[in-house]
């Protein structure tokens, strides 16, 4: 099984901005959604 240390639900702008701000600190980081990511 994988580990993360970080897991988003939705990858809208939010989300990603969430994602992108733990993986700079290092660290990894898993996101969840139905459709593609990056929102309307």
């Known amino acids: ?3 993360y240390d970080f ?3 939705g990858g809208g702008t939010a ?3 969430a994602a992108a ?3 700079k600190k290092g ?3 898993a996101i969840a959604d ?3 990511l990056g929102g309307t």
């Open 1 to 3: 099984m994988k580990k």
């Open 21 to 23: 701000f733990a993986a």
């Open 27 to 29: 660290l990894k980081v």
């Open 15 to 17: 989300g990603m901005a």
């Open 34 to 36: 139905h459709s593609s």
């Open 7 to 9: 897991f988003v639900i």
